[in-house]
């Protein structure tokens, strides 16, 4: 296989010292058979996923695997998530309960009990459908972390009519973009937001979408700012809260879905420039992310549970919206930064709401780190009792931070590995039973058949790397790609599957190691794909973003380790002539990384370079790039027909980097 990021480097992952969850926590965990690995051996076994729902009509087979890899979970079943997330608790007399609590980011909170709830999703859907929207019809969603945002899901939801979040940080064109290839014809958004503490529009960047687009958009825009930024409705647009009134005290009867009807499609960056529209189900997905909401971040009902991370994104639909509401606790949701008004914000966040399990991603908490343990210490962090992380590697030094300063040594710290893919969480110790080692992320879940490989399909000896797959399907596992079956057999199923004899091995795009006791310690994506602060990026899908720009030749795009960010952006770029004009063609690159993919993917670094790294039949040699942003071993360079640009790139770099410690 093609490891454009040099996997195959030797990189050492240690992990620290192994340590037992606390017997204060183990005693009240959600799961504590010991022997659940073991009795979790056949697809049977995640009826007990299937249990924590509600279902309409009960399933017949709890796996059809006739047309692998398009494996159908739970079929013969109808259930709607909307009322498996709603209803249900306020049958159970739960009307009361907090079911959201929303931190704004001007100080603002709300609290919308069970019962609130289910009033605004309820009238928004009967006013969806009122604009026409029919089951299966695709609702874009752009909406920063606000309460209509998860309400919006969830009335789509009452309907079906599968949702598609587009974070709301991403530009205008990569709005059209999905909305074009998804040929959704109903937008929600809002006229802006505020970006610290300034108004920042978002209805213009809607726009732009729109103009781009070939079809018409019915859109409902939710006034957020108010008189700070007004706003004029045109054509096709309506009001929010004008909606909600006209449809006020409406209720709409849940669509029954059948489980494998799609609950919602999300959008992630592959391997090529186009993004991928993941297909997620209704059925499996909801079963897979109760279950881990249960079993791995060991929710109660009773609980407050913060998952900080952004609804635009898989972590957010999974851990904030679908698999907290449907366990029927109290989701905290969180519209600022970590940082604003000041650093100590989250523990605030935690001290006053007495939140019981946080999950995190280890961007923040190396950001946590820098700041200084002196503001969690300004607050009462007691009320946690288990903490995770997701999104990338944890390393042992923050790990044992997070551990001791937030955890009060006293949490058990879960690292979550999974994809937007995977849908739910598919690799991480069970909290009340397995011993967490520092810097890897755990065992397989039960029921989950992980397995570290190599070009061969073979499992590496331990300690070695290789190629992370899962070789048995999974309920929450996504069920095809908006864009086709085609490529979705491409992308996941072609590097270590067979047709010829029946076996299909999902490929992650990561590389792994596994240890003795069978403990998977993720390294990083082998693929195109770069993790920055816990967000996936097509490195592919910015080097287009950068040829576009005049006077650019030629670009390539790679990661380099950084301590804030995970990693950062790295753009070598040659320019056409050699234009002198550097600077000038610098603020053209971040510019257009911006307006075409969003703030995210802006480079930490351009490199200017006569001519990029290429082998004899012309592949740029990314992997070389990697390794000399990353001060590494350049290993063979045999196979480039121009070697001698390799020094005068380092020299570039070295160059760069004097100047940097200069300023
Ligand atoms: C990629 C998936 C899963 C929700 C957030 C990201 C990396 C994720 C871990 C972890 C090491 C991790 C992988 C994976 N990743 N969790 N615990 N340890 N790496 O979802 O945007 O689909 O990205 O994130 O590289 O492939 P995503």
Not at 202 to 217: E, G, P, R, T, W
Not at 281 to 305: C, F, I, N, Q, R
Request: hydrophobic fraction near 35%; glycine fraction near 10%; charged fraction near 25%.
């Amino acid at each position: 296989m093609d490891d454009r990021n040099g996997w195959g480097r030797e990189r050492p992952a240690p992990t620290g010292l192994p340590r037992n969850p606390p017997t204060s926590f183990v005693e009240q965990a959600n799961v504590t058979n010991e022997r659940i690995h073991e009795e979790f051996d056949e697809p049977a076994s995640w009826e007990r996923a299937a249990d924590l729902l509600a279902w309409d009509e009960p399933y017949d087979t709890v796996l059809e695997d006739e047309e692998a890899p398009f494996y159908r979970w739970f079929t013969g079943g109808t259930l709607n998530a909307s009322f498996n997330c709603l209803d249900r608790h306020i049958e159970a007399g739960r009307k009361t309960h907090t079911a959201i609590r929303w931190e704004g980011k001007r100080g603002e909170r709300e609290t919308y009990t069970y019962q609130d709830l289910f009033v605004e999703v309820n009238e928004l859907a009967a006013a969806l459908r009122d604009l026409g929207v029919g089951e299966d019809d695709v609702v874009t969603i752009y909406l920063p972390m606000i309460p209509e945002l998860p309400i919006a899901m969830l009335a789509c939801a009452r309907i079906g009519a599968p949702h598609s979040v587009v974070f709301a940080g991403l530009s205008a064109e990569a709005l059209a973009t999905r909305m074009d290839a998804a040929e959704s014809e109903y937008l929600l958004t809002c006229d802006g937001y505020y970006r610290r503490g300034d108004a920042f529009n978002q209805k213009s960047k809607v726009d732009n979408a729109c103009i781009a687009l070939d079809h018409d958009v019915q859109t409902i825009v939710v006034d957020r700012l108010g008189d700070d930024l007004p706003h004029v409705l045109g054509d096709g647009e309506r009001d929010y809260h004008d909606l909600r009134e006209e449809f006020s005290g409406e209720t709409v009867d849940p669509v029954a879905r059948d489980a494998e009807d799609m609950l919602f499609l999300m959008y992630t960056s592959g391997t090529t420039g186009e993004p991928k529209g993941v297909v997620h189900s209704t059925g499996g997905y909801l079963a897979h992310v109760a279950w881990t909401s249960h079993a791995v971040l060991d929710v109660k009902p009773e609980d407050t549970y913060w998952c900080a991370a952004d609804i635009g994104w898989i972590t957010g639909h999974s851990y904030i919206v679908y698999g907290p509401l449907a366990l029927g606790t109290t989701t905290v949701m969180y519209e600022g930064t970590p940082d604003y008004p000041d650093r100590a914000r989250l523990w605030e966040i935690v001290d006053r709401n007495a939140v019981d399990v946080f999950y995190t991603a280890p961007t923040a908490i190396r950001a946590f780190m820098k700041w200084g343990a002196e503001y969690p210490a300004k607050h009462d962090l007691s009320s946690l009792r288990l903490l995770g992380s997701v999104g990338e590697p944890i390393s042992p030094r923050p790990w044992d931070w997070y551990h001791e300063r937030i955890g009060g040594g006293e949490c058990p710290i879960v690292d979550t590995w999974w994809q937007t893919e995977t849908g739910a969480i598919t690799v991480s110790t069970l909290p009340g039973i397995d011993e967490m080692k520092p810097g890897s992320a755990g065992p397989p879940l039960p029921g989950i058949d992980a397995r570290v490989v190599d070009d061969s399909g073979t499992e590496v000896a331990p300690g070695e790397a290789g190629y992370l797959v899962l070789a048995r399907p999974w309920p929450g596992m996504a069920r095809t790609l908006y864009d086709g079956d085609d490529r979705f057999l491409e992308e996941y199923w072609t590097q270590f599957s067979d047709p010829e004899t029946d076996r299909w091995w999902y490929f992650s795009g990561d590389a792994a190691r596994i240890d003795e006791d069978g403990y998977i310690t993720v390294l990083g994506r082998i693929d195109d794909v770069i993790n920055v602060s816990g967000r996936r990026l097509s490195t592919m899908e910015i080097e287009s973003a950068i040829a576009g720009v005049d006077g650019v030749a030629e670009a390539a795009v790679v990661g380099r380790s950084s301590d804030a960010n995970g990693t950062d952006v790295y753009a070598y770029v040659s320019t056409e002539g050699h234009s002198e004009n550097g600077d000038a063609i610098r603020e053209a690159i971040v510019e257009s990384v911006e307006s075409t993919i969003g703030p995210i993917a802006r480079p930490a670094e351009v490199i200017f370079t006569p001519e990029l790294p290429k082998t004899r039949s012309g592949k740029i040699m990314r992997r070389l790039l990697a390794a000399v942003a990353n001060d590494e071993e350049l290993g063979d360079t045999s196979a480039l027909r121009n070697p001698e640009i390799v020094g005068e790139i380092q020299a570039e770099i070295g160059d760069e980097g004097e100047a940097n410690e200069r300023n």
